[in-house]
């Protein structure tokens, strides 16, 4: 699995480096252009596409070989006799993976230091967050392979139900655009969870949320793998570890502490901007006559409603044509395209997308006067550089270190006979 | 044979049933382990055997049954406290290699060096040291699987077909360890389905056919039991089923 990332690791660092140094050559010319180049979206988020890869496709087999092995060999039937509990024993399984998983991280992190020898500009708040986001998404599927690998009694049976929830969240994703009541679970799939840490956002509901997700699919573990308990026993139980994980999950998904990681600040409004927002205390409703499907809606939310949802204590956000499920062009509403804002009795609309235009109406809503804040313009990072240099180290030198590593750790010990006697 | 220690009640199983849907796998199975005997669980392929001992283990649900320890209901989260049993057809570790496994065990089960030493040097287990478990033959993973019940120190030890894949002159050997271990203090209650291995070691048998009790004692009390004056085990099991 890791020589497989090293080469994916490598191959996406020297594609995604190409494409920016060619995007840059225009753009040290032209300042405006510059700004426009974020090294964090043009390489570390394409870099860290294969640790994606790998950790939803082959991550999984490595989770559930751990438990699976043990159960197939007989192993946990003789561990379990011994002074180890089966939590002890999921918290060491876990822990190992954890090792690995640090080893998992170690192509994409050289990535991110050869991109800072050849010339690149790192900001390290955003890597750090996405390796953070990456982390979660590992420890979730750690803890859903794991409770796959106790519930099923093959391996094959586990990998395919471990896959139907990581699959699964792509599909999910895919539909949701169509069935209002799939866009609600979408909310919660794993791809939305590793999308929050990519958008550079670190959210403390979001991690809290993993968490518990994780933690709560670990000690399912711990319920299913006991045999000597009866079915029944393992059904309650189940009940009562997943009402627990729902019920710790409600007030950690409204925890609102939110830090916007990006050195752009492209998930942040201007900071006189936002503190007139937070101080609109009574609830705010918007009305988005957009369907899903519409480019306007998805601009609209991600630029406009994903920052105020932040920052606006009390808002209701209402899409008429979800619940009608029009498709863009067959909708013959005279108001299709307008978003209408309603706050303390008084009532606005818009037909703009735009937050240089939505933002002044909801100031005058709240009868604010807002005077923007002198902020440092991002400057973009334009770079024309060449990472054919560190194709030695992601397809030769890195696979030789993880099979030296693996040799290591098989190899047979030697005069064991002699060490024993 | 170890009459002094036989008379001192260990372990008592009360009427033990499993069914898998239905089939009834264990039907009111009731005995006593007493202190430091060798109590052989004798039956054909089939009639209950590993079901019992995995039931006894805490291993496997059971429909109905108690498991007493001196008199007190032992709970299933206690028995490890009391028993290890070792499964039959297990492979653990198999990637690893034998010595490593061992220093494993030993150091879970907090038994010194010089102990895991004296367990090898006891199954002749010094060739297979540098092997990984895979590579063992079915004689020495026997014996590598005897070493990691050894090396447990639970005052009953539960053996799955100790001597299964074993020839005359290893299993005679294991023998001869399971006795010194029995004659340590240890309590041994061993599954075996070869009638004349179970009679070279065991003090007492219970027979089991089709998840039934068929009768259980000395071989002079099972004899009387099955009403012939002179015989072996074989003879007596067939007498009774």
């Given at each position: 699995m890791l020589i497989i990332l090293s080469l994916l690791t490598g191959y996406s660092f020297v594609q995604a480096v190409n494409l920016f140094s060619q995007a840059s050559r225009t753009a040290l010319q032209y300042p405006e252009m510059a700004r426009g180049m974020d090294p964090y979206r043009g390489v570390f988020i394409p870099t860290f596409g294969a640790l994606y890869l790998v950790t939803t496709l082959l991550f999984p087999f490595t989770a559930i070989k751990l438990i699976s092995s043990e159960k197939h060999s007989g192993s946990l039937k003789l561990l379990v006799q011994s002074v180890l509990n089966l939590r002890y024993i999921i918290a060491v399984k876990t822990a190992a993976l954890t090792i690995g998983w640090l080893l998992a991280l170690v192509p994409a992190l050289s990535a991110v230091a050869a991109w800072g020898m050849i010339g690149g500009h790192i900001f390290l708040p955003e890597v750090l967050n996405l390796v953070l986001g990456y982390t979660l998404y590992a420890f979730v599927i750690t803890g859903i392979a794991f409770f796959a690998a106790s519930v099923t009694s093959s391996t094959a049976t586990a990998a395919i139900?471990?896959?139907?929830?990581?699959?699964?969240?792509?599909?999910?994703?895919?539909?949701?655009?169509?069935?209002?009541?799939l866009h609600s679970i979408s909310s919660v799939s794993l791809t939305a969870l590793l999308r929050t840490f990519e958008h550079g956002l670190f959210s403390l509901s979001t991690t809290g949320q993993?968490?518990?997700?994780?933690?709560?699919?670990?000690?399912?573990?711990?319920?299913?793998?006991?045999?000597?308990?009866?079915?029944r026993w393992k059904l309650f139980r189940s009940l009562v570890v997943i009402t627990c994980s729902v019920m710790l999950s409600v007030p950690v998904s409204e925890l609102r502490v939110f830090d916007d990681v990006t050195e752009n600040r492209s998930n942040s409004f201007n900071p006189a901007d936002e503190a007139a927002l937070k101080q609109m205390n009574e609830p705010l409703t918007i009305t988005v006559y957009l369907s899903r499907e519409d480019s306007r809606r998805h601009d609209y939310d991600t630029n406009i409603l994903s920052i105020l949802e932040r920052t606006v204590p009390e808002l209701t956000t209402i899409y008429p044509y979800d619940s009608t499920g029009s498709l863009p062009g067959t909708v013959s509403d005279d108001k299709y395209g307008l978003i209408e804002y309603d706050y303390n009795g008084i009532h606005d609309e818009s037909w703009s997308n735009s937050p240089g235009e939505v933002l002044p109406i909801l100031h005058q809503l709240a009868g604010q006067t807002v005077t923007f804040s002198e902020v440092q313009q991002y400057p973009g990072y334009p770079v024309v550089t060449d990472a054919g240099s560190s194709n030695t180290w992601f397809y030769i030198i890195l696979p030789l270190v993880f099979l030296l590593l693996w040799w290591f750790t098989n190899r047979l010990p030697r005069n064991r006979k002699k060490e024993t006697q | 044979m170890n009459l002094t220690a036989s008379s001192s009640e260990y372990l008592q199983i009360n009427n033990i049933s499993k069914h898998y849907g239905d089939i009834q796998a264990l039907k009111d199975v009731s005995f006593d382990i007493r202190q430091t005997e060798i109590l052989g669980l004798i039956g054909p392929n089939g009639s209950g055997k590993t079901t019992l001992l995995e039931g006894i283990a805490g291993l496997i649900p059971l429909n109905s049954g108690t498991v007493l320890h001196h008199g007190k209901i032992l709970s299933v989260p206690h028995r490890k406290q009391q028993m290890f049993y070792l499964p039959d057809g297990i492979m653990p570790y198999s990637e690893l290699p034998v010595s490593r496994v061992l220093e494993f065990f030993s150091r879970l089960f907090g038994v010194q060096a010089h102990r895991m030493n004296t367990v090898i040097t006891q199954l002749g287990l010094e060739p297979t040291l540098g092997k990984k478990v895979k590579a063992l033959s079915k004689g020495f993973?026997?014996?590598?699987?005897?070493?990691?019940a050894l090396l447990s120190t639970q005052p009953l030890l539960i053996l799955d077909e100790p001597f299964d894949g074993l020839d005359l002159r290893?299993?005679?050997?294991?023998?001869?360890?399971?006795?010194?271990?029995?004659?340590?203090?240890?309590?041994?209650?061993?599954?075996?389905?070869?009638?004349a291995d179970a009679q070279r070691i065991c003090d007492r048998f219970i027979l089991?056919?089709?998840?039934?009790l068929l009768g259980m004692g000395t071989l002079e009390a099972l004899r009387t039991k099955a009403g012939i004056t002179e015989g072996g085990l074989e003879e007596v099991f067939l007498a009774l089923t």
């Amino acid at each position: 699995m890791l020589i497989i990332l090293s080469l994916l690791t490598g191959y996406s660092f020297v594609q995604a480096v190409n494409l920016f140094s060619q995007a840059s050559r225009t753009a040290l010319q032209y300042p405006e252009m510059a700004r426009g180049m974020d090294p964090y979206r043009g390489v570390f988020i394409p870099t860290f596409g294969a640790l994606y890869l790998v950790t939803t496709l082959l991550f999984p087999f490595t989770a559930i070989k751990l438990i699976s092995s043990e159960k197939h060999s007989g192993s946990l039937k003789l561990l379990v006799q011994s002074v180890l509990n089966l939590r002890y024993i999921i918290a060491v399984k876990t822990a190992a993976l954890t090792i690995g998983w640090l080893l998992a991280l170690v192509p994409a992190l050289s990535a991110v230091a050869a991109w800072g020898m050849i010339g690149g500009h790192i900001f390290l708040p955003e890597v750090l967050n996405l390796v953070l986001g990456y982390t979660l998404y590992a420890f979730v599927i750690t803890g859903i392979a794991f409770f796959a690998a106790s519930v099923t009694s093959s391996t094959a049976t586990a990998a395919i139900l471990t896959l139907a929830f990581t699959l699964g969240s792509w599909v999910l994703d895919f539909a949701a655009g169509t069935q209002s009541w799939l866009h609600s679970i979408s909310s919660v799939s794993l791809t939305a969870l590793l999308r929050t840490f990519e958008h550079g956002l670190f959210s403390l509901s979001t991690t809290g949320q993993a968490l518990t997700a994780a933690l709560g699919f670990l000690v399912l573990s711990t319920v299913w793998l006991n045999s000597g308990t009866k079915l029944r026993w393992k059904l309650f139980r189940s009940l009562v570890v997943i009402t627990c994980s729902v019920m710790l999950s409600v007030p950690v998904s409204e925890l609102r502490v939110f830090d916007d990681v990006t050195e752009n600040r492209s998930n942040s409004f201007n900071p006189a901007d936002e503190a007139a927002l937070k101080q609109m205390n009574e609830p705010l409703t918007i009305t988005v006559y957009l369907s899903r499907e519409d480019s306007r809606r998805h601009d609209y939310d991600t630029n406009i409603l994903s920052i105020l949802e932040r920052t606006v204590p009390e808002l209701t956000t209402i899409y008429p044509y979800d619940s009608t499920g029009s498709l863009p062009g067959t909708v013959s509403d005279d108001k299709y395209g307008l978003i209408e804002y309603d706050y303390n009795g008084i009532h606005d609309e818009s037909w703009s997308n735009s937050p240089g235009e939505v933002l002044p109406i909801l100031h005058q809503l709240a009868g604010q006067t807002v005077t923007f804040s002198e902020v440092q313009q991002y400057p973009g990072y334009p770079v024309v550089t060449d990472a054919g240099s560190s194709n030695t180290w992601f397809y030769i030198i890195l696979p030789l270190v993880f099979l030296l590593l693996w040799w290591f750790t098989n190899r047979l010990p030697r005069n064991r006979k002699k060490e024993t006697q | 044979m170890n009459l002094t220690a036989s008379s001192s009640e260990y372990l008592q199983i009360n009427n033990i049933s499993k069914h898998y849907g239905d089939i009834q796998a264990l039907k009111d199975v009731s005995f006593d382990i007493r202190q430091t005997e060798i109590l052989g669980l004798i039956g054909p392929n089939g009639s209950g055997k590993t079901t019992l001992l995995e039931g006894i283990a805490g291993l496997i649900p059971l429909n109905s049954g108690t498991v007493l320890h001196h008199g007190k209901i032992l709970s299933v989260p206690h028995r490890k406290q009391q028993m290890f049993y070792l499964p039959d057809g297990i492979m653990p570790y198999s990637e690893l290699p034998v010595s490593r496994v061992l220093e494993f065990f030993s150091r879970l089960f907090g038994v010194q060096a010089h102990r895991m030493n004296t367990v090898i040097t006891q199954l002749g287990l010094e060739p297979t040291l540098g092997k990984k478990v895979k590579a063992l033959s079915k004689g020495f993973n026997r014996r590598y699987l005897l070493a990691v019940a050894l090396l447990s120190t639970q005052p009953l030890l539960i053996l799955d077909e100790p001597f299964d894949g074993l020839d005359l002159r290893q299993m005679l050997g294991v023998i001869d360890i399971l006795k010194q271990t029995s004659s340590r203090g240890r309590t041994l209650l061993l599954s075996i389905h070869q009638l004349a291995d179970a009679q070279r070691i065991c003090d007492r048998f219970i027979l089991l056919d089709g998840g039934k009790l068929l009768g259980m004692g000395t071989l002079e009390a099972l004899r009387t039991k099955a009403g012939i004056t002179e015989g072996g085990l074989e003879e007596v099991f067939l007498a009774l089923t």
